[in-house]
């Protein structure tokens, strides 16, 4: 029995890797069969993206469920145990902001996993894509808040992100933004502790350990994203421009704070709301990580339920270079 289970449809293009230990997890098991068949056998037309951990396919499963299989080679010295149970225990949150990560498959040296489709893509292309169509003020502020709120529950039920980045929050059919479990919330990153350039915080860079704050360092990044329209580390050459926390604050400083907002927006923005965003990106991605709100915070922040302490910008912490910014000058 136990060797039937390790190997199905050995020789055939269905071949999969099933252990005895797996069998708990049936649930949340998917049969390459199945996985091959709703992609069209891993057509090209099907193909999502290529990233550097895996590449990612558009599917239709036969009860008519849309879905993304992103496909991920495993290293030889991966404790898959542990990986599987991470996943499961992935799968098993709920959250309306979140993409259901519903499930997985293993092949000899691969790992699928198997997410709700999101028929918009990432909102990386929306921010900062000038051929894309422009994200209204609206549409913006209700994605943040989503995110907020799925960031916020990931952190009650103990988890990580690990890697908050634009490219990392999804849109659904409705325009909600739904973050996406990047590969390092599993550990299979190649650069595991440290999420992506732009959005670390500085002090992961050093200590190599994540937490709850550098979190909320990366949200803070991705906020001033959504209200400036640009990414975080550009090289215009400016040396005000050259991220946002000090293009935010040289706006700020010359009493023209939301100044610093995306140009597309023209004049489709609600002011009040785009102080919050700026005002609280800064808080956010300050030096010193307990000087950093909580999720909590931020969401009560971005809600109204809370005003924002002033934070002049030149609060030591924010404005002033930091070692992190020289290191990625
Ligand atoms: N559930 C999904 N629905 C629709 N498109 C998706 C889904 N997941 C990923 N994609 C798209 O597939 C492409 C590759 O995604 P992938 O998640 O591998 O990129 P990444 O965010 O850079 O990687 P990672 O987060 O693992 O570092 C992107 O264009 C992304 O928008």
């Not at 921010?127 to 209700?142: A, D, I, M």
């Not at 009560?300 to 290191?327: A, C, F, Q, R, W």
């Amino acid at each position: 029995m136990g060797a039937a289970l390790r190997s199905m449809y050995a020789n055939s293009k269905y071949e999969e890797v099933r252990e005895e230990w797996e069998e708990d997890y049936s649930p949340q098991r998917f049969s390459y069969k199945a996985l091959y068949k709703a992609t069209k056998g891993f057509k090209e037309s099907e193909l999502l993206g290529t990233e550097a951990n895996g590449t990612v396919y558009r599917g239709k499963l036969s009860s008519n469920a849309h879905i993304a299989v992103k496909r991920v080679a495993l290293d030889a010295e991966q404790d898959t145990k542990h990986l599987v149970s991470q996943i499961v225990g992935i799968g098993k949150l709920r959250h309306k902001n979140l993409v259901q990560l519903l499930g997985y498959c293993r092949r000899k040296g691969e790992l699928l996993l198997v997410y709700d489709y999101m028929p918009y893509g990432n909102l990386d292309d929306f921010l900062f894509n000038e051929e894309k169509p422009k994200l209204s003020w609206s549409q913006r502020f209700h994605i943040i808040k989503g995110v907020a709120s799925a960031l916020l529950y990931l952190h009650e039920q103990i988890f990580l992100h690990r890697d908050v980045k634009a490219a990392n929050v999804l849109l659904d059919e409705d325009l909600n933004g739904r973050l996406d479990f990047g590969l390092a919330m599993f550990g299979t990153n190649r650069n595991p502790m440290l999420g992506s350039v732009g959005y670390v915080a500085p002090e992961l860079i050093i200590t190599g350990m994540p937490t709850t704050k550098a979190d909320v360092y990366s949200f803070g990044a991705l906020l001033l994203e959504f209200a400036c329209g640009r990414m975080f580390i550009e090289h215009p050459g400016k040396p005000e421009e050259f991220n946002l926390i000090s293009w935010v604050c040289h706006c700020s400083k010359r009493g023209n704070l939301i100044g610093a907002r995306d140009a597309r927006l023209e004049g489709d923005y609600v002011s009040k709301e785009i102080e919050i965003v700026l005002k609280l990106g800064l808080l956010c991605v300050q030096y010193n990580p307990e000087d950093r709100p909580s999720m909590a915070q931020v969401v009560s922040y971005l809600e109204g339920k809370d005003v924002l302490p002033e934070m002049p910008p030149d609060t030591p912490g924010i404005s002033i270079p930091t070692p992190y910014h020289e290191v990625l000058a």
